[in-house]
């Protein structure tokens, strides 16, 4: 079965850092478009990043911009999220998502463009 798995969530204090990372079961990232959402609690998933490995360009959703990080490792095998200065209402379950397509698309913000999910990582913002 396919899969992305992410890791690297947990504790922090509020303007911490956090590395979470995504790596994939059953294939390689190294061809696919790779996605982070995040889910807070009552609200719907939303988008953050998404690096498109055919063109080489990484994209972020506005409000996203500055704070978060995305990027591949060397071999393409691992995608990080780099979170920085995290506030209490960065506190979401964050999940990475693979297309079966190389690029991110117009639309990658919406979940339902991406076609491989993981489990999630909960990430928790609290002094």
């Known amino acids: 079965q396919l899969q992305v798995v992410e890791s690297g969530g947990g504790l922090v204090q509020p303007g911490g850092s956090l590395r979470l990372s995504c790596a994939a079961s059953g294939f390689t990232l190294d061809s696919h478009a790779i996605g982070w959402f995040r889910r807070v609690p009552g609200k719907a998933r939303e988008g953050i990043a998404c690096t498109s490995e055919s063109r080489k360009t990484d994209f972020y959703v506005d409000s996203m911009k500055g704070r978060f990080t995305i990027s591949r490792d060397s071999a393409g095998n691992t995608v990080y999220l780099q979170i920085d200065s995290l506030k209490p209402e960065d506190a979401a379950v964050y999940y990475c998502?693979?297309?079966?397509?190389?690029?991110?698309?117009?639309?990658?913000?919406?979940?339902?463009?991406?076609?491989?999910w993981g489990q999630g990582t909960q990430v928790i913002v609290s002094s």
């Open positions: 998502a693979a297309r079966q397509f190389s690029w991110c698309g117009t639309g990658w913000y919406d979940p339902s463009a991406f076609d491989f």
